[in-house]
């Protein structure tokens, strides 16, 4: 990527913390550091320690002058119109203006859109994703996101919504509750909280069953409690792993259907199970593939190193920011 001003900018804003990077055009996060999200309750308080955090950054490597843009991934963030909607994890009212409160303190162009989103860019433009023009991103963490892309370019919708395949309903009778107000979203089986109910609930059904996983408090036990007894030959944690995968798979045959997809492409912590998780979700996908893609669609993990993803993914669009 050849330019004037070889650098661009990426913020990561979670829940807890705000990461920030400053990265190359071959994807290398050159400096980074972060700052807690929820310690100002006033955005303009929270903007200038950003602000003082990444002058900080692009001083340290002379980088004054070579910003070509800033890229943002933030919970619920609209990439038509700059805004964060319905923030429930942020410290502030919402809709927030982020976009243009960044432009307006930094003066340099500023692009912003939901973290999958930021993710599928950052695998397209440094990752998996590399020279293909039809996938779809799963981020398998907390909860399930998603990042759709047809024809090299990523989905937005008239909205800017598009592409939230974590609250598809793939349970309408007994759902589980979802944070959305809905029962039976994909996230609430297939996140890695959603891997930790179906331990508990197992632990529950099969009540006289032996399981490492009984060692621990039911309401403490997490997704990695339940891959490390998986590994350890536990029969419950790996049927867990099956039922999820099971699920994911019949999801992902149904997604295909959508968009024809050349691969989907996993990101996140569930993501790294291997096998005890691809396993059953392949044999679901294809046992549930309609027969024109039976063999077809390719499931591929993430290629970004974790520690750098969530910026990277983020500052990918900030090779966009110029046109915003």
């Given at each position: 990527?050849?330019?004037?001003?070889?650098?661009?900018?990426?913020?990561?804003?979670?829940?807890?913390?705000?990461?920030?990077?400053?990265?190359?055009?071959?994807?290398?996060?050159?400096t980074?550091?972060?700052?807690?999200?929820?310690?100002?309750?006033?955005?303009?308080?929270?903007?200038?320690?950003?602000?003082?955090?990444?002058?900080?950054?692009?001083?340290?490597?002379?980088?004054?002058?070579?910003?070509?843009?800033?890229?943002?991934?933030?919970?619920?963030?609209?990439?038509?119109?700059?805004m964060?909607?319905?923030?429930?994890?942020?410290?502030?009212?919402?809709?927030?203006?982020?976009?243009?409160?960044?432009?307006?303190?930094?003066?340099?162009?500023?692009?912003?859109?939901?973290?999958?989103?930021?993710?599928?860019?950052?695998?397209?433009?440094?990752?998996?994703?590399?020279?293909?023009k039809?996938?779809?991103?799963?981020?398998?963490?907390?909860?399930?996101?998603?990042?759709?892309?047809?024809?090299?370019?990523?989905?937005?919708?008239?909205?800017?919504?598009a592409?939230?395949?974590?609250?598809?309903?793939?349970?309408?009778?007994?759902?589980?509750?979802?944070?959305?107000?809905?029962?039976?979203?994909?996230?609430?089986?297939?996140?890695?909280?959603?891997?930790?109910?179906?331990?508990?609930?197992?632990?529950?059904?099969?009540?006289?069953?032996?399981?490492?996983?009984?060692?621990?408090?039911?309401?403490?036990?997490?997704?990695?409690?339940?891959?490390?007894?998986?590994?350890?030959?536990?029969?419950?944690?790996?049927?867990?792993?099956?039922?999820?995968?099971?699920?994911?798979?019949?999801?992902?045959?149904?997604?295909?259907?959508?968009?024809?997809?050349?691969?989907?492409i996993?990101?996140?912590?569930?993501?790294?199970?291997?096998?005890?998780?691809?396993?059953?979700?392949?044999?679901s996908?294809?046992?549930?593939?309609?027969?024109i893609?039976?063999?077809?669609?390719?499931?591929?993990?993430?290629?970004?190193?974790?520690?750098?993803?969530?910026?990277?993914?983020?500052?990918?669009?900030?090779?966009?920011?110029?046109?915003?």
């Amino acid at each position: 990527m050849v330019n004037s001003k070889p650098y661009v900018i990426g913020i990561d804003m979670g829940g807890t913390n705000t990461v920030f990077g400053i990265v190359d055009a071959r994807g290398v996060v050159l400096t980074s550091d972060s700052i807690k999200t929820r310690k100002h309750s006033n955005i303009n308080d929270y903007i200038d320690e950003l602000y003082a955090g990444i002058t900080r950054l692009i001083e340290s490597i002379e980088a004054q002058d070579k910003i070509f843009g800033i890229g943002v991934g933030a919970p619920n963030a609209n990439y038509y119109t700059g805004m964060i909607e319905d923030g429930v994890n942020l410290p502030w009212p919402t809709p927030v203006p982020f976009a243009q409160l960044l432009r307006d303190k930094f003066n340099i162009p500023v692009a912003i859109t939901n973290d999958a989103n930021a993710a599928a860019i950052g695998e397209m433009t440094y990752g998996a994703a590399r020279g293909l023009k039809d996938f779809i991103m799963i981020t398998l963490g907390t909860g399930v996101g998603s990042g759709v892309v047809v024809n090299g370019q990523l989905v937005y919708g008239h909205d800017g919504f598009a592409g939230e395949l974590g609250h598809v309903i793939v349970k309408r009778n007994n759902g589980r509750l979802c944070g959305c107000g809905r029962a039976g979203c994909l996230e609430t089986y297939c996140s890695a909280t959603g891997v930790a109910r179906t331990a508990r609930e197992f632990l529950e059904i099969r009540d006289g069953e032996s399981s490492l996983l009984r060692n621990i408090p039911i309401d403490e036990i997490t997704s990695k409690d339940v891959y490390d007894a998986a590994m350890a030959g536990d029969k419950l944690a790996k049927d867990v792993f099956e039922y999820t995968g099971n699920i994911l798979g019949e999801a992902l045959a149904d997604f295909t259907t959508f968009t024809s997809p050349e691969a989907f492409i996993l990101f996140g912590g569930l993501a790294k199970s291997g096998e005890l998780l691809l396993k059953p979700l392949r044999e679901s996908m294809e046992r549930n593939m309609l027969s024109i893609w039976k063999n077809k669609v390719k499931i591929l993990p993430s290629e970004l190193k974790e520690a750098d993803a969530a910026v990277l993914g983020a500052s990918a669009l900030g090779w966009e920011a110029k046109d915003k």
